[in-house]
């Protein structure tokens, strides 16, 4: 979250958040479809076809670096565990839930940032912070992803949030 949030990012990072933030299109996809659909093969058969949808998000990285392949098979690891394992349908339900709250979150933060996108526009760097920090050195222009971070910034943000409230509710039910 702290890179989101960071007042003097480097280029190369806000280009990988960028990436980042549109690669999570799949993860948000595939958990709803392996979270609905229960035989064993279909989701072997989608982690797969989200596997080339991650590897091609993956080379647009700027440095190469692997890290949407990483968090995409870690993310299809633990799905996994919870396709070939017997669950509750509490479980089942819970992950169904959490998994199309996390796709309205992010359908939700889109919509938000391009509805505002030309205001959103106008809270990026000033001039004189861009050239007092020494971004002008490539014609880096931190605006030109200041959309998808702050769709980003929301997105992880409400998720955090929504992940938090429901931990508490579940606590609170509990006892």
Request: glycine share 4%.
């Amino acid at each position: 979250m702290h890179a989101w949030f960071s007042i003097n990012p480097d280029p190369l990072t806000v280009e990988t958040l960028a990436v980042l933030i549109c690669s999570e299109f799949i993860m948000v996809n595939s958990g709803v479809l392996m979270a609905v659909f229960q035989k064993k093969l279909l989701i072997l058969f989608f982690a797969l076809v989200y596997a080339l949808f991650a590897y091609e998000f993956n080379k647009m990285l700027p440095l190469q670096d692997n890290k949407i392949m990483i968090a995409y098979f870690v993310l299809v690891l633990h799905r996994m565990r919870f396709a070939f394992y017997n669950k509750s349908e509490k479980q089942r339900d819970k992950l169904l839930g959490l998994s199309g709250l996390a796709a309205i979150l992010y359908i939700v933060s889109i919509g938000f940032c391009v509805v505002f996108s030309n205001f959103l526009r106008k809270l990026t760097y000033t001039k004189a912070f861009l050239d007092e920090n020494n971004f002008q050195h490539n014609n880096y222009d931190p605006s030109q992803n200041s959309i998808l971070m702050a769709t980003g910034s929301i997105y992880y943000s409400l998720l955090i949030f929504s992940y938090l409230s429901n931990e508490y509710l579940e606590k609170k039910q509990g006892h």
